[in-house]
């Protein structure tokens, strides 16, 4: 017998920088994603029982980005992450980017931690996030 595990998802998400003079700027960030693909390998806590597969997670996350050039910018944004039905602490630092100095198309690459995830063993989750975006206004 296999249970799924979730080695990759994708997800859609939208990040709201408030504009101001300062290098510094109050960030909002949300994210959902879905894990589709399951690796069918059996994995069990050390009584036995199996780990809980996580199918989706949702995250509201505020914090502050600073933009050290006009292309590039750092961000670090915590709060609730709501998965399988239980919400954690989850903690987000990236490093983003801009293609061009008009800031109209974005990359991002980002860490998400969940922490506490199994309540069981007390693991984090954590998970990669590469992302591309478009300056809606």
Do not use: H
Request: proline share 4%; charged share 20%.
């Amino acid at each position: 017998m296999t249970k799924g595990n979730n080695p990759w998802g994708m997800g859609l998400g939208l990040q709201l920088f408030f504009r101001q003079t300062s290098k510094f700027k109050p960030t909002i960030d949300l994210t959902a994603d879905a894990y589709l693909e399951d690796d069918k390998v059996s994995r069990l806590n050390t009584d036995a029982t199996a780990i809980n597969d996580l199918g989706g997670m949702v995250n509201l996350f505020a914090g502050a980005s600073y933009n050290p050039i006009k292309t590039v910018y750092l961000s670090f944004v915590a709060g609730p992450s709501f998965l399988g039905g239980e919400t954690k602490l989850g903690i987000k630092p990236s490093l983003g980017f801009y293609f061009s100095p008009n800031q109209k198309f974005t990359g991002k690459v980002s860490y998400i931690n969940v922490f506490n995830r199994d309540n069981k063993t007390k693991e984090d989750f954590g998970s990669i996030c590469l992302s591309l975006g478009v300056r809606l206004y």
